[in-house]
Each structure stands twice: as C-alpha cells, then as structure tokens.
C-alpha cells in the first residue's frame, strides 16, 4: 500500500506539474530496459555492468503461453533459471545451469524426502524447458541453499535463490556467452524488438566480454511471471583507483541508445541508468555533466517534477552508499560525456540529502516489473 500511495503521488505531481502540461502524455510499457553499474569500493573491489531487458508480457519475451502458466499456477515452483554463471551452486564447476527452484514443503523433514518432493515437481518441466532452448540439461543435483551464496553469485534476490531455496540443478555444457546470449534472444527476444535496438544491442556488444555471462529467469508472481534477460561482466579489483566515473566504460560503449520499441509515445520511465557506489567511507558526488533533474520529497522519496527533462537524480548524494539514476526524459540517446560524474570534489551541483540506509543496490531481482515509477524512484530493495 505504502508503495502504491507513493507511486499515485508520483503520478499526480506529473501531472500537474507546470513544465510536464505541454508534453506528451506518459505512459509505462511492460518491457522494460535498464543499465546498471555497480562500483563496489567496500567488499569485492569488484564493477559489475549489466543490462537487463525484461517484460510480463510473453508476447515481449516469448515463452510458450500453456508452459509459463504451467510454471506459475503449479505453486511451488519460484523461478526457473538458464544461466552459465561460473558455479552456479556449490559443485558444479565449468558447466551451464538450468535451476528450477522450488518451495520447500514443510512436511519434508529429511533430505531425501526433500529431494523426492522437489524432483517431482522439477521433472514435470525439465523436458519442455529443453525443448523451448534447445538445451540438454542433465540432472546433476538436487541443492538446498544454506545461505545466500548462489544468490550473490548469480547477483539476484531471494526470490531466486535465497536461504532456504530448494533447486533442481541440471547441468549442461558450457557454452561461452557471446554466442548462448545469441541463441537465447533470438529465442525470446521478437525481433520487433531485436531490430529496434537500443539496450539490447548494448547487451549483445557486452556479452562478447572475455568474463561475461548471461542468466535468463522465469519468475511467477500473482497472475503473470517476471521474465528477465540478463548480460553481466565483471571488472576485477579496479573499484579502489575510480575517482571519475564514466558508467558507459563498462558497457563497452560510448553511446547508450533507447529501443526504437518506445517511438511510438513517450515512455521515460522504461529506459533507465543506474550507478551504485558502495564505499567503507563517506564520500559524495561532484562535476557532473549532464543536469541534475528537479525533485520534490514526498514521502521520503525524491520525485522528479519534470520527468520530460533528461538527466540525474541522485539519492543519497553523499555517505558510504550513494546510488544515481538517469532518465532520457524526451530524448532517445546519451553518451558518455554527458553521463561522466566525480567523486569527492566540492562541486556537488545537487543539493545535501540525507543517507537512506534501506537503500540496497546489490540486488538485481525485483518482481515488481510493470512499476517502472517505483523501479526508478528506489531502485533495488533488500
């Protein structure tokens, strides 16, 4: 409730606002794309870039209408994941993944029980999920996660593979991302929106990465499942050294495109920037190059009051977590000049906001995937 209030307010600000009257009527897609940066100076020293294009609607990412019912109505299953993840669960080395992740049933009190509930329920699917992806995925295993590892490892949130998930783990061989990515988004993916371009090309120039990998998820929520593509890479140990930001670095790309799929009315909340530094110090944002878009706290949110403006919304702008999200607002492209920003100078160009620490950016899950407002506005929840 508290999420939807914010959202209707959200919309209502928008609406009146002065500047948005003579622009074009906003409106929210079920497709969605989104770049995030992750510069982690606090743990792994690690930046994570991905892209992720996701939709509820099967016609978006394509997946066999009986199967994905099939999946949401069966009840105990919370998400099916293709992915070549290096250990994609403790003991399996050098090998692609397909998880069907299952709800542990209470009645089980042993190990063997669990494993005979959960394969009962993830061998009625394997088959057909090798069918749509042209796979040969094998069982291997059956693994109850005992912590959140699998979850880091895959970069995604409970939902997928927190404590307590159950997974039926059939592994297949390893296949190198460049070319799985290929296959699997020629599969998924209409190519309506393969030839509309924009993030998916970023994607698909990222996933000829040497370290990158792919995860696609089927995620059932309510009446429709979350489908999410995901292209990840990893820069190791080069957060420490990053003073001056340039998040299109790390996408391998000087210019970021909006798909062509959002021509047809104005969509600024469906292509979204999101970098997240995570520092053991406080630090804040400085120089940055394109405007910092006007925002008005409701809520202990801060909402933009001219979401037809591109530009930066930072919240918090200074601490040991500060996390930045840029919208294109009416225009269709940005390069990486106008996306550069410093970290630690004096010239803030934002105003002093204070830390939010329910703010988690290391999770890339969220099911609520047709709530682009509350995607942009918070960005990811523990």
């Given at each position: 409730m508290h999420k939807k209030i914010i959202f209707l307010a959200m919309i209502v600000l928008i609406s009146v606002s002065a500047n948005y009257a003579y622009s074009q009527e906003m409106n929210l897609a079920t497709f969605q794309e989104t770049a995030q940066i992750i510069i982690d100076k606090r743990i792994t020293q690690n930046v994570t870039s991905s892209i992720t294009l996701q939709s509820t609607s099967i016609q978006e990412i394509k997946i066999p209408v009986e199967v994905e019912q099939r999946i949401r109505e069966n009840g105990n299953i919370s998400a099916v994941i293709i992915t070549n993840q290096d250990k994609c669960i403790l003991g399996v080395t050098d090998e692609s993944c397909i998880l069907i992740n299952v709800k542990r049933n209470p009645a089980d009190t042993n190990?063997?029980?669990?494993?005979?509930?959960?394969?009962?329920?993830?061998?009625?699917f394997i088959d057909e999920i090798n069918e749509i992806f042209d796979t040969n995925a094998k069982l291997h295993?059956?693994?109850?996660q005992p912590s959140d590892e699998t979850n880091i490892a895959l970069q995604t949130s409970g939902v997928i593979s927190g404590k307590g998930t159950i997974s039926a783990v059939y592994t297949m061989p390893m296949e190198d991302t460049a070319s799985m990515y290929e296959k699997i988004s020629a599969i998924?993916?209409?190519?309506?929106?393969?030839?509309?371009?924009?993030?998916?090309?970023?994607?698909?120039?990222?996933?000829?990465?040497?370290?990158?990998?792919?995860?696609?998820?089927?995620?059932?929520?309510?009446?429709k499942s979350l489908l999410q593509?995901?292209?990840?890479?990893?820069?190791?140990?080069?957060?420490?050294?990053?003073?001056?930001?340039?998040?299109?670095?790390?996408?391998?790309t000087d210019e970021l495109k909006r798909s062509e799929y959002f021509s047809t009315g104005f969509y600024p909340l469906n292509s979204i920037?999101?970098?997240?530094i995570l520092s053991s110090e406080n630090t804040n944002i400085s120089d940055v190059r394109a405007d910092i878009i006007p925002t008005q706290v409701i809520d202990n949110e801060k909402i933009p009051t001219d979401i037809s403006k591109n530009g930066?919304?930072?919240?918090?702008?200074?601490?040991?977590?500060?996390?930045?999200?840029?919208?294109?607002?009416?225009?269709?492209?940005?390069?990486?000049?106008?996306?550069?920003?410093?970290?630690?100078?004096?010239?803030?160009?934002?105003?002093?906001?204070?830390?939010?620490?329910?703010?988690?950016?290391?999770?890339?899950?969220?099911?609520?995937?047709?709530?682009?407002?509350?995607?942009?506005?918070?960005?990811?929840?523990?």
């Open positions: 190990f063997l029980t669990i494993q005979n509930s959960t394969l009962k329920i993830s061998n009625q295993s059956t693994f109850i998924l993916i209409p190519k309506t929106i393969r030839d509309s371009g924009g993030f998916y090309d970023t994607a698909r120039n990222l996933s000829e990465e040497e370290n990158a990998k792919m995860t696609f998820s089927i995620i059932p929520s309510g009446s593509l995901r292209v990840s890479s990893t820069y190791s140990g080069v957060a420490p050294s990053i003073d001056e930001i340039n998040p299109l670095e790390f996408l391998k920037v999101q970098v997240a930066w919304v930072f919240d918090p702008v200074e601490g040991q977590t500060i996390q930045g999200k840029y919208i294109f607002g009416k225009e269709t492209s940005v390069n990486s000049e106008e996306l550069r920003f410093s970290l630690g100078g004096d010239n803030l160009r934002a105003e002093k906001q204070e830390f939010d620490e329910s703010i988690i950016v290391v999770i890339i899950i969220t099911i609520v995937a047709i709530a682009a407002a509350m995607f942009y506005l918070k960005g990811y929840k523990k």
